[in-house]
Nanobody
Framework: QVQLVESGGGLVQAGDSLRLSCAAS????????MGWFRQAPGKEREFVAA????????YYADSVKGRFTISRDNTKNTVYLQMNGLNLEDTAAYYC????????????????WGQGTQVTISS
């Protein structure tokens, strides 16, 4: 089973940038699509972005399109989420996940999940 460990979260001000990383335990990582999801307090977990297994295609939620960029390095078994222009609504715990299709934003279709990293935006 693929184990995923997120890092890079923290407390930043509105307008700042952060880069999240998610390291996978196995080389089989490269056969999965990878995604980022987030969950704000009192809200359901929601899709943020995803990338195909070969780094060829990406898919974003409308709320982050143009501000966030997902990428992956299969030689390092790592997926990244570059977040620019952060605002208060981006405050959430961010989770990475491994799954079958980068185009599927439904939570139940993603196989493996990390424990999450907290991102907090202050005004």
């Amino acid at each position: 089973q693929v184990q995923l460990v997120e890092s890079g979260g923290g407390l930043v001000q509105a307008g700042d940038s952060l880069r999240l990383s998610c390291a996978a335990s196995e080389r089989t990582f490269r056969s999965y699509a990878m995604g980022w999801f987030r969950q704000a307090p009192g809200k359901e977990r929601e899709f943020v972005a995803a990338i195909s297994w070969n780094d060829d295609s990406t898919y974003y939620a409308d709320s982050v399109k143009g501000r966030f960029t997902i990428s992956r390095d299969n030689t390092k078994n790592t997926v990244y989420l570059q977040m620019n222009g952060l605002n208060l609504e981006d405050t959430a715990a961010y989770y990475c996940a491994a799954g079958p299709s980068y185009l599927d934003s439904r939570l139940e279709t993603w196989y493996h999940w990390g424990q999450g990293t907290q991102v907090t935006i202050s005004s």
